[in-house]
């Protein structure tokens, strides 16, 4: 058995590569993006850029570039296996309902709890097509960095000190920690922690990371346009009587919570009979 100093350096070691990942890739984007912004807002040259970044960070974490001697290593931390089809459909299946119900806990949460609103940024005075496409990049930045980073590195190295849902459970906790700066309110640490349990379990019952990119960027498209724009407006149920929105949103959270549990397990089921995952390249 491993000594518990071990286990304690390696989940800071796992924290510290998950987070410097994010760093990297959201850093540039938020420095690329505001360059562009004060010096011509009109030709949006941040978004092709940043593609560009991210395409390079993404092939360095699976094994290309130097040094050579980490390669695999590389290649293994960012599991982006290929999966069967089967699996990548209840995969998908399981984060997107998961999304649907996260949204109506969400939302339930600003009317039971005063919580302050995510700070959106204001594209309003700029070009249409800038905006569109910087709001675009934004949902591409972080869930490519936060996969690699959290469920890619930081949960298979946390894979191989303890058992596979306890590096959910861990990795999961630490999503939610670098989320703080969304405030410190505990409706918002428990949506962010439910949604790394969501990804985490993706990752490790599909052993790869690529399903949960186009979920994740559902995800973050969903609660920028739909669900944050208007948490200012929403008004607690204890200052009035709770309207047939908030009930819609109260079944809402419950039928696709449901929903997406039963899809968890059909997801177990499916990517336990379809044989180990391809290595990506």
Known sequence: ????????????????????ILAIGQGIWGALLLSNLKSNPAIPWAVPVMAVVLYL??????GKGWPRSTSQARQRLLRANRVSRATLTWAMAAGLLAIVAL???WIVFFQLVRTSPNAL?????????????????????????????????CQVILEGEFSGPVAVLISSILFMIAHVTHGLFWTKLLVYFLVGLVFGTIAYLSQSTLPNIPVHIIGDLTFFLLVWPHD???????E????????IHVA????????AIAAFFQLKRVAGTSGQPQAGS
């Open 232 to 238: 200012a407006g929403r008004r607690l149920v204890w």
């Open 103 to 105: 949204a109506g806990i």
């Open 57 to 62: 960070i993404w092939q360095y974490l699976a």
């Open 252 to 259: 809402q959270a419950v039928v696709f919570t449901v929903s």
């Open 240 to 247: 009035g009587n709770a309207d047939r929105w908030f009930w």
């Open 121 to 153: 940024a204001d594209f309003s005075h700029y070009p249409l097509l800038t905006a569109i496409l910087a709001i675009l990049m934004a949902s591409l930045v972080s869930p490519i960095t936060e996969e690699a980073g959290f469920r890619g590195y």
């Open 1 to 20: 058995m491993q000594s518990l100093p071990r286990k304690l350096l390696r989940i800071i070691g796992a924290a510290f590569l998950a987070i410097l």
